[in-house]
């Protein structure tokens, strides 16, 4: 009996976890509660794993190329050997040179996408132009990089012995057929060769044929015949397009967890101001419950006695005011008081605003920038906020006009505000 308790219960218990977590994933959730795992995941990839793919392949870019300008034209690997710390310092000050590439289009494109989500004046196309710029130059040097990775990694093994081959018997071809052409010219007589030097031109001719069956039997020994070097310059290719697709592949998921880390920030913000509104409005209603209804019940409750005699239902009112009866008036009407004021909107960011595209605004026009300053001017006065031109370069802010007053902006070389 126990036994089947001890089921029973454990049964209930796995149930009774089934449902809750089921109820919690079918229950509304907020934008941060749906999503707010995929930060730390956009975050990790794009500082830990894109951005170290892009420097490793650009810094194979740049150090190639400084071991080119300071005259060292030999192989990767083979620069590491006998030329004491200056690679090492080539290779660290490689890598500092492209992590301000990459710290670069960090920091432009997080501010970029943040002025986007703002709505500024111009929307971030300025650090979106930074951004590309060095994202561009990315991209370049890490499909240089991946050429060059991929010529390093064809050339380590199979590639430096047919070179060797190729530096042990070519030369002695070229030799050979040499030969064989300098003593067919000396030979020649009306454009042939006389009996007596034919043996001697086909000595000649079978040494060529025997250099080159060596050559040939060498490579196949050491398997790097003529398919393989095929196959090699097959492959080089298709390693540089595949190293150089993925960089593009790796810039593109970069700039997307960039973006999506501020457009998370925005959008939790907006929700949060959408549910502080809605606190306040639902404070604002209880409050008006609370203060007003219960007081103006007992005025409700009294006789029909304000400004004139007591009468009953059944009598016709006198209308003699008595000094009792108003005296009584203004001693037992409650006195309704007014609800706290509750400021809903925060201004601070149209403050800041106004503060700051004025002076841009004087400087330089644009659609754009006068479409904000005229909203924001318009929010402000709406909310009792006077905003008061004191140069070209300076505005003051102060609460000192009624609430929801109208106000026309306009630009004719200056900017202009009239409140109405």
């Given amino acids: 009996m ?7 219960d454990l049964y209930n218990r796995k149930k009774e976890k089934y449902i809750k977590e089921a109820t919690n994933e079918l229950s509304v959730k907020s934008f941060y509660d749906k999503h707010i795992k995929t930060i730390l995941f ?25 071991l080119n300008t ?6 990767l690997l083979d620069s590491l050997k006998n030329n004491g710390s200056l690679p090492y310092l080539l290779i660290i000050l490689s890598i500092l040179f492209l992590a301000f590439f990459e710290l670069g289009k960090h920091h432009f494109y997080n501010q970029g996408f943040t002025e986007y989500y703002r709505k ?10 930074f951004a590309t710029t060095l994202q561009i ?10 050429y060059l990775a991929a010529n390093e990694i064809a050339g380590t093994q199979k590639t430096q012995v047919l070179s060797s081959i190729n530096a042990e018997y070519l030369p002695l071809i070229e030799q050979a057929k040499t030969d064989k052409i300098d003593f067919k010219s000396a030979k020649l007589w009306r454009g042939k060769i006389s009996d007596e030097h034919t043996p001697e031109l086909n000595r000649l001719q ?19 015949g003529d398919g393989f070097v095929k196959a090699t310059q097959v492959g080089t290719k298709k ?29 939790v913000v907006h929700e949060s101001n959408v549910d502080t509104k809605d606190s306040f409005s639902s404070l604002s209603d209880s409050v008006l419950d609370d203060v007003m209804i219960p007081d103006l019940l007992p005025v409700m409750e009294q006789k029909k006695q304000i400004g004139y005699k007591t009468y009953d239902d059944t009598h016709t009112p006198t209308h003699t005011p008595t000094y009792e009866a108003t005296k009584k008036h203004k001693s037992d009407v409650p006195i309704v008081t007014q609800p706290p004021q509750v400021e809903i909107i925060d201004l601070d960011a149209q403050k800041k605003r106004v503060r700051a595209y004025v002076p841009r605004i004087n400087k330089r026009y644009t659609q754009n920038l006068f479409d904000t300053l005229q909203d924001d001017i318009e929010v402000l006065a709406s909310n009792g906020y006077k905003v008061t031109l004191k140069n070209a370069k300076k505005v003051s802010i102060l609460k000192s006009l ?19």
Avoid at 70 to 75: A, E, F, Q
């Fill in 120 to 129: 500024t004046d111009d929307f971030g196309s300025l650090e979106f132009i």
């Fill in 206 to 224: 079978s040494e060529v044929d025997n250099i080159q069956t060596q050559y040939l039997n060498a490579k196949i020994e050491a398997g790097v």
């Fill in 70 to 75: 300071i005259g060292l034209n030999v192989s």
């Fill in 402 to 420: 009624p609430y929801r007053s109208k106000v026309n902006v306009s630009y004719d070389g200056k900017l202009n505000i009239n409140y109405v």
């Fill in 239 to 267: 390693m540089i397009f595949i190293l150089g697709g993925s960089q593009i592949a790796i810039e593109l998921f970069l700039t997307f967890c960039l973006w999506w880390v501020v457009f998370f920030k925005s959008k």
């Fill in 137 to 146: 130059f990315s991209i370049l040097l890490s499909f240089y990089g991946g």
């Fill in 2 to 8: 126990s036994k089947l308790n001890l089921k029973n």
């Fill in 42 to 66: 956009s975050n990790i990839f794009a500082t830990y794993v894109f951005s170290p793919i892009s420097v490793l392949f650009g810094c194979i870019a740049v150090y190639s190329t400084a």
